[in-house]
């Protein structure tokens, strides 16, 4: 019997995966699409598109009426939630739908700053989004006073004995990401939610680049809140929040006074977006069956060898089916990492920002900040033959989008990164974001095309 250890990865099955998303079908002058663009959005399943357009013909309605799409809907939006709780491994009253993980961190900064007097402090980080920073920013004028955990400049993680340096007794709220959106890399985020539990602190997580490449687990991280985008991980464009039930019962939102004081509710205001609700249902779906194929390639059975039965709650099946998809993928993923970072740094003009060296690639996601050597210098000063503009993150970008490679650049919202490394003021990095639907031959031919663009 191979244990947990030994036992081989699952396998993905890639050509199932790549033909549940029509939009990679797509050319651009006349050479095939290639999305590697999935840290600003990834595609998503046809059956998510399905559930989208299905709800919007046959059940559009409001919620709580005595008819039947209505009641229609309000079942839709408790399955929806019982997969999401299956995702987050948390409970569904725990799960908050929202516009986008940025609306939901400023609900929360309002509801928590409530509780906050001047002095008090939280500890945000140098490696952030901004929508995990300029949320807690905002209760400065409160009198609440933000403290920055450094980074370690040469591979981009956090400096965490500068972090535990900050947390103290009246640290209120540590807020830090799971996973760079920027560099790839990975936070010790079990680790800094026990040093920030240790001070009596809340830990509120950015799962948002972590959604795709990792498997989440609330109840192991113990983190008080934890938010992540729908539209990162194959679903529509929302966000989802976690909080503690403790924390959703006491905290006070801002609330319209008929909306009901039970949670989750009591977060969700207004008339939520159900045609999106149910996109996210059919994505947990498509993670869940993803899972289920790693372990059995036809499909037909569950983990157990038992036939598959739909849940119409969350079950332990499902979020089993979804720690076998996120293995599947990690194992996936990092064989076409392995692959991209070896290539690159054959590219002599290229520098790779972040974790570089493969024995620590558990540390990253496959993320990846390029730029051609030496722009980080200031644009005005002389520049030498091998620095000329149109090799900066933006034209190296359209040349990429033009041959149908779809990449990004700038800062990407990870501003105190691109400030700090001083890449900021010339354009920021080339973004290279790997998910599970890309493939080997997409790795080699961007590495062919990045060879002929930089003039390797
Ligand atoms: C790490 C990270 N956090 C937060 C956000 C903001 O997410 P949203 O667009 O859902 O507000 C993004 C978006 O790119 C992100 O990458």
């Not at 979020?319 to 990690?330: L, Q, S």
């Not at 076409?336 to 060296?357: C, F, H, N, W």
Request: with cysteine.
């Amino acid at each position: 019997m191979p244990t947990t250890e030994t036992a081989a990865p699952t396998a993905l099955d890639l050509s199932w995966v790549r033909s549940q998303f029509p939009a990679l079908a797509q050319t651009v002058n006349g050479h095939p699409a290639v999305f590697l663009d999935g840290p600003g959005g990834t595609q998503v399943p046809q059956r998510v598109i399905d559930a989208i357009s299905n709800y919007l013909r046959h059940d559009n309605a409001n919620t709580g009426g005595a008819y039947a799409t209505s009641r229609n809907t309000d079942a839709m939006l408790a399955e929806a939630r019982a997969a999401v709780a299956d995702f987050l491994h948390c409970g569904t009253d725990e799960v908050v739908f929202g516009p986008n993980m940025t609306t939901l961190t400023y609900a929360m900064s309002r509801a928590i700053g409530r509780e906050l007097r001047s002095g008090d402090e939280i500890l945000v980080t140098r490696l952030d989004h901004d929508a995990n920073v300029s949320p807690w920013l905002a209760l400065e004028e409160k009198g609440v006073t933000i403290r920055w955990a450094e980074i370690h400049d040469e591979d981009c993680t956090l400096d965490m004995a500068n972090l535990a340096s900050k947390i103290n007794e009246k640290t209120k709220l540590v807020a830090v990401g799971y996973a760079s959106n920027a560099v790839g890399t990975i936070n010790p985020v079990k680790e800094i939610v026990r040093l920030a539990h240790a001070a009596g602190a809340l830990a509120y997580i950015d799962a948002v680049h972590y959604g795709p490449h990792g498997l989440i687990d609330v109840t192991a991280i113990d983190c008080d809140f934890l938010v992540c985008s729908t539209y990162k991980f194959f679903g529509p464009h929302m966000g989802v929040l976690f909080g503690k039930r403790e924390h959703l019962q006491r905290l006070r939102p801002y609330k319209v006074r008929p909306l009901t004081d039970a949670i989750p509710n009591r977060w969700e205001w207004g008339t939520l977006n159900h045609e999106c609700i149910a996109g996210i249902a059919a994505c947990v779906d498509y993670i869940a069956d993803l899972g289920r194929r790693a372990h059995n390639p036809n499909g037909l059975a569950s983990l157990d060898g038992q036939p598959r039965r739909p849940s119409p709650h969350g079950s332990s099946h499902r979020r089993a089916a979804i720690v076998a998809a996120f293995e599947a993928i990690h194992h996936y993923e990092h064989g076409l990492m392995e692959r991209l970072i070896a290539g690159l740094s054959q590219i002599p003009r290229l520098k790779v920002y972040g974790i570089t060296d493969p024995a620590r690639f558990a540390e990253r996601c496959p993320t990846l900040a390029l730029r051609v050597a030496d722009q980080s210098a200031d644009q005005n000063a002389d520049q030498s033959a091998n620095q000329t503009t149109d090799q900066t993150p933006l034209a190296l970008a359209a040349e990429l989008g033009d041959r149908g490679f779809f990449t990004w650049d700038g800062n990407y919202y990870a501003l105190n990164l691109t400030e700090r490394l001083d890449v900021e003021k010339s354009g920021g990095f080339l973004r290279i974001g790997l998910v599970h639907y890309n493939t080997v031959e997409e790795v080699d031919r961007l590495l062919a095309a990045l060879r002929q663009i930089v003039g390797a």
